[in-house]
DNA sequence: CTCCATTACTAAGCCTGCTGAATAACTACA
DNA sequence: TGTAGTTATTCAGCAGGCTTAGTAATGGAG
């Protein structure tokens, strides 16, 4: 009768507990202006300029929100994009000064936050069996995906 | 240099992971015209009515958002709504037969849809402690939170 | 019995996901 | 060269999260 959240499907539970943990995160970026969503860009160009069509694959989003997300990004100043010279359909985007700072401010922040989840190697390795079951990494469309297991 | 999903903090793995499987659902549920969300709101009611209020706790949602989400089930003819008659603010929600047909055609897939998923007792556990160490449930505040552990 | 705090829900608006469909630029091939 | 196909991005529109700000009904205190 009781209908509490235990006898969950376990798919149903894993979306409540990423939504509770995106949204403490969100408290923290809200006061700098910041989605989790644009953190994860942020993140993404630490390692130099990126395509969009890359940084959505990374994300594991399409391409048409990843732009929704560099565009407001973009608004708020934190990067820039400019039309890539060797193939005009592509928008390089790049950090500006103002992303890379803030970036900087909130990337302690990640270990910091759940000390308990990063720190569960058990957690992480079936989160990353489920991602390469489901969704899998574009880039090797030949593995079947039946090849689970958990 | 090559920024694989493995690196990512944990949290983030969490959200791309509950995404790519909500999105499997959604392909199995579309085609009913039904929603996740949907989905989860027919099984609660599988116990009864319940008022709005009550829906949202269960899903760890806003009123706001569950009473769309209920707004567009009724749109759909998969619920009604009738005004609590002893607390005229309150609004029941109960399946309409629509309703119950197709919640009994999608029940069953839930254990079939990710086996490996729901016999994972380790994982069910782990988002379990997330869900009431982050969320909690809204019952005994008297909990400390810090006590997780994981 | 009246007044006020609380509770249940609604309204408006923003952000991130998605899909389907268009456009522009590049590439390959005849 | 020219044409057809592929790829990168954008546009439009829907759903479901959230927040802040109302409104209406209840219920308790004086």
Redesign the pocket.
Known sequence: MRDTVDDWPTGRLLAVAA?LVE?RWREALEERGL????LIVLHTLDAGGR???VLARAA??????M???VE?LERDGYVRTVVDAG?????LVERTDAGARVFAEMHGLEARMFPELEQSEQLRATLLEIIRAVGGDPQPPAVTPDSLGL
Chains 1, 2 share one sequence.
């Open positions: 939504r949204q989605s989790y969503a644009g395509s969009l069509g594991h989003v399409t391409a048409q929100t732009g929704r997300t407001h193939d005009r359909r592509r928008r």
